[in-house]
């Protein structure tokens, strides 16, 4: 009988530091993500500097039941010669090396510039041409990321067109598509890199429900951009998880 305990004793510790074990290495388990960009993906207009990327940490870690860890290298401003520029830092290298997911949301200030800010009337000409140099950036920043990071999914969003307010707004539109089709080419060059549309996010709605001002979204704006990325987030989980 002692030694029937005893057996039992035993049986309950061994089965203890087991779970034990496991929870803790569960515990220990995150989610790296990384994020370039510019004022979008920085979170400017929202209040607490939340932006689109909280909202997609906080929805992963619902879903998930995992911790994310959020590195958001995105500058205020910040065009693709800029990003570029970043990633010649070999600190922000190593942050993507080791990251399980990349988001990258740039080609804003690409556009306003090549349109020198001015909208209406459109200089299609200089637009196009900055086109041009976006495309050539946005493909050199994909390969540099691959070259850090082989393996991680990349979800590259496209424009949404703030610009209603003009009356050649079918023009922008029409113009701001063709941007995103350019980004939709460069993306699908690349393995597991995922073009994310948000210019349907924004359109026929009132631009004071989901803006904070003339081209940065409100935590309502940056909520729908948000619920839009974990929707290819996830469904790039799912594929990955019943692949193992």
């Known amino acids: 009988m002692k030694n029937y305990i005893l057996f039992f004793c035993i049986i309950l510790v061994v089965f203890g530091m087991y779970t034990g074990i496991r929870s803790s290495s569960a515990s220990t388990k995150v989610i790296n993500l990384v994020a370039l960009g510019d004022s979008i993906t920085h979170g400017v207009g929202d ?6 990327i909280e909202g997609l940490k906080v929805l992963l870690e619902d879903v998930q039941n995992t911790p994310v860890k959020v590195s958001n290298f995105a500058i205020p401003r910040y065009s693709t010669d800029k990003v570029l520029e970043q990633l010649q ?21 690409d556009f306003r510039k ?15 041409e900055g086109k041009i140099n976006f495309t050539t950036n946005l493909n050199k920043i994909l390969e540099i990321v691959r070259k850090d990071n082989s393996v991680a999914p990349i979800f590259v969003l496209g ?3 703030p610009y209603i307010e003009y009356s050649n707004r079918q023009e922008i539109l029409s113009t701001i598509e063709d941007w995103n ?28 429900t989901y803006f904070s001002d003339s081209l940065h979204p409100n935590p309502a704006g940056y909520k729908l951009i948000a619920n839009r990325l974990s929707e290819k987030v996830l469904k790039e989980m799912s594929i990955k998880s019943s692949s193992n």
């Open 47 to 52: 209040p607490a500097k939340k932006g689109y």
């Open 114 to 128: 090549s349109a020198n800010h001015q909208f209406n009337p459109l200089d299609v000409k200089k637009v196009n």
């Open 159 to 161: 424009l949404y067109q």
């Open 181 to 208: 089709n350019e980004i939709v080419q460069v993306a699908g060059h690349f393995d597991r890199t995922y073009f994310v549309s948000t210019l349907d996010l924004f359109q026929d709605k009132p631009k004071s």
């Open 89 to 109: 830092d070999k600190k922000i290298n190593a942050q993507i090396t080791n990251a399980n997911y990349i988001i990258l949301y740039i080609g804003t200030n």
